[in-house]
């Protein structure tokens, strides 16, 4: 099947166009740029080995050339096109915010016009182990966004087993800078960024939405939750820490069993014992690396995880999305190991 990309020169973009490319089932098809033309390795040399060009946007041709469409754009951009490439038939994979939220709550933290509400009801959230069987039948697939796949991995398996105080989550997260995007900012100068450590938009966070409509949803109630992200001098990951009290007299190994019993069967989570997770051991690869720790003292317990925000956060997700959406086996195309050191 042919996969065209829109947004294409971005670094969701370029990542796509890494896995796209060594998928069996799939083929580089066009690749959309509003700002670039030509050759693609002008843009990006270490994709010299492609012989694909840059092409402006002409949805009639999109459409024609490609079975399925990815967009890799900033807000704003995918409400106005998914709607119109989906009524010609394709299957979209919306790797923004713009179909995650329900119309007056985008509108609110994104600042954006939301996209029109009969097509926001048919687009599924695509965290994949968690809505996968929705993602099945889906023609509009929101890809879920990094931090939010990162904290609802870890979070989701003890809301659905009622054992947390659900007033209590407080979730600390950092970043690599490619979670920003590769567009020019003056804060991500390199020496603005390097040997630095910087909280952002600690009084509300775009993912904080996104967050608790998908933890309340699973947790049947509302939540609301204390999150912080940090931006870390590193180019790739995230690694999210979250606190919470627990209500039940819970073990260590009460809390294995849930996390075993829900993603036995998911390729790409993997529970750590006798570890914790760190970004260097998921670095490009599709895995979340998920470990909980009980503070008997507190009473609180304590969930690591561990992402590449370019993989598992963006692209990975959104390929292992287009897997299940095909009914292909879910790894295909992702089964690499993460890059070390
Ligand atoms: N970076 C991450 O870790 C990450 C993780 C999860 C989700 N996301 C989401 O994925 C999307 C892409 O992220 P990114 O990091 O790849 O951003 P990026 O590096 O800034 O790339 C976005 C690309 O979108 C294109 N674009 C810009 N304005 C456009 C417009 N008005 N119409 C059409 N295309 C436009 C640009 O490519 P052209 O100039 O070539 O058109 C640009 O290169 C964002 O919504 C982001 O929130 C990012």
Redesign the pocket.
């Known amino acids: 099947m042919k996969a065209a990309i ?10 796509l166009i890494r896995l796209i490319q060594n998928h069996p089932f799939l083929e580089v098809g066009s690749l ?5 033309a030509g050759p693609v390795d002008k843009i990006y040399p270490h994709l010299s080995h492609l012989s694909s060009e ?1 092409q402006e ?1 002409d949805l009639d041709l999109l459409c024609e050339n490609n079975d399925m469409v990815f ?8 409400s106005q ?1 998914t709607p119109l490439i989906a009524e010609r038939g394709k299957i979209v994979i919306d ?4 179909f995650r939220l329900y119309p007056e709550t985008y509108q609110a933290w994104y600042d954006k016009e939301p996209a029109p509400i009969t097509w926001l009801k048919k687009a599924v959230y695509g965290l994949s182990e968690w809505f996968g069987r929705q993602v099945k039948d889906a023609q509009i697939i929101s ?4 931090y939010p ?1 990162a904290i609802l991995l870890a979070l989701l398996p003890l809301l659905q087993a009622k054992v947390l105080d659900i007033s209590s989550i407080i979730i600390d997260a950092k ?1 690599g800078v ?6 020019l900012q003056q804060g991500l100068l390199f020496t603005e960024v390097n040997e630095n450590l910087r909280p952002y938009k600690v009084d509300g966070h775009q993912h904080i939405p996104e967050i608790e409509r998908f933890a309340s949803q699973v947790a049947g109630d509302s939540i609301y939750i204390n999150f912080v992200p940090h931006l870390v001098p590193m180019n790739r990951g995230i690694l999210v820490t979250i606190y919470a009290k627990l209500v039940k007299d819970c073990s260590n190994q009460v809390l294995k069993e849930i996390y075993q019993t829900i993603y036995e069967a998911a390729p790409f989570i993997r529970l750590c014992e006798g570890r914790w997770p760190e970004t260097k051991h998921v670095q490009g690869s599709n895995y979340c690396d998920i470990a909980w720790h009980l503070n008997k003292r507190t009473g609180q317990v304590i969930l690591l995880s561990a992402i590449d ?2 993989m598992k ?2 692209a990975g997700q959104a390929v292992q999305n287009a897997n299940l959406r095909m009914g292909w086996p879910e790894e295909t195309g992702l089964t690499f190991s993460p890059l070390f050191p």
């Open positions: 829109i947004g294409s020169t971005g670094y969701g973009g370029a990542e959309i740029s509003t700002s670039r840059l946007l967009l890799a754009t900033p807000p704003g951009v995918s096109w790797l923004s915010g713009d890809n879920p966004g990094c796949t970043s490619t979670g920003a995007g590769r567009g925000n370019l956060g963006a």
